[in-house]
């Protein structure tokens, strides 16, 4: 079974300048996670869907962050303009409603620098 | 809101040696599950070993174990006969459930040493 596959896994970028990031989960897996993870700290949740429908952007800076997941299947998100403190990784991960309940399945992530 | 604290930094043991990683959490929920992610240098982050908060046994996957006190909200991490493939970031983590977030601690260095 394939994992969870994240592109680029590494992007550096001016402040203010437009960044996007890939994300496909593991095949059948109707929920989708993006975490942001800055250095020193523990991943923070920015957004969650089921299937292609939000469940909980709380976190999400809607000002300058978007995704979407359409089909249900891939995900991209969007940083637009980006700020220094933006820089952190980003990991997707996904989940499965079958199988082994409440695990979820972490990709390599994606390292963004803000410079 | 959940939280969940890991006090513990950075932790050094040597190979073979026993260590135990702190966790402790905040939460007014009565059904929770608990998680421990293992996140290597420079690899992807993957599931050591996890709770349900209904279940008195504690979980155990061959070397890892656990010690959930529930009423104490603790939940620390037991490895035995560490190896050098043990060396990572250890992060505790927080779910109310099936296909729910996970709130994460700030995590605790792992360095096994010969």
């Known amino acids: 079974e394939a994992g969870v596959a994240q592109s680029p896994r590494y992007k550096i970028i001016e402040k203010r300048q437009s960044v996007a990031f890939w994300c496909n989960p593991i095949?059948?897996?109707?929920?989708l996670y993006w975490y942001q993870q800055i250095l020193g700290q523990g991943p923070k949740l920015l957004i969650q869907?089921?299937?292609?429908?939000?469940?909980?952007d709380s976190q999400l800076p809607k000002d300058r962050f978007s995704a979407e997941r359409l089909k249900g299947v891939d995900s991209t998100l969007k940083i637009q303009p980006a700020k220094l403190e933006d820089s952190a990784v980003y990991l997707c991960?996904?989940?499965?409603?079958?199988?082994?309940?409440?695990?979820?399945?972490f990709g390599p992530g994606t390292r963004l620098t803000v410079t | 809101a959940q939280t969940v604290t890991q006090s513990q930094p950075e932790m050094s043991v040597q190979e073979a040696e026993t260590v135990t990683l702190s966790c402790t959490y905040d939460?007014?929920?009565?059904?929770?599950?608990l998680f421990w992610y293992k996140q290597p240098p420079s690899r992807q982050m993957i599931l050591v070993i996890r709770?349900?908060?209904?279940?008195?046994q504690n979980a155990t996957e061959n070397r890892f174990s656990v010690n959930f006190q529930k009423a104490a909200k603790s939940f620390s991490l037991k490895i035995s006969d560490s190896q050098l493939g043990d060396t990572a970031m250890y992060f505790c983590?927080?779910?109310?459930?099936?296909?729910?977030?996970?709130?994460f601690g700030t995590g605790t260095r792992l360095q096994v040493t010969l």
């Open positions: 991960a996904s989940s499965s409603r079958t199988g082994v309940p409440y695990e979820q399945y």
């Open positions: 095949s059948g897996h109707a929920t």
């Open positions: 869907f089921q299937n292609n429908g939000v469940v909980d």
């Open positions: 939460t007014s929920e009565n059904n929770y599950y």
């Open positions: 709770q349900e908060a209904y279940k008195q």
């Open positions: 983590a927080f779910s109310t459930g099936t296909a729910s977030k996970l709130t």
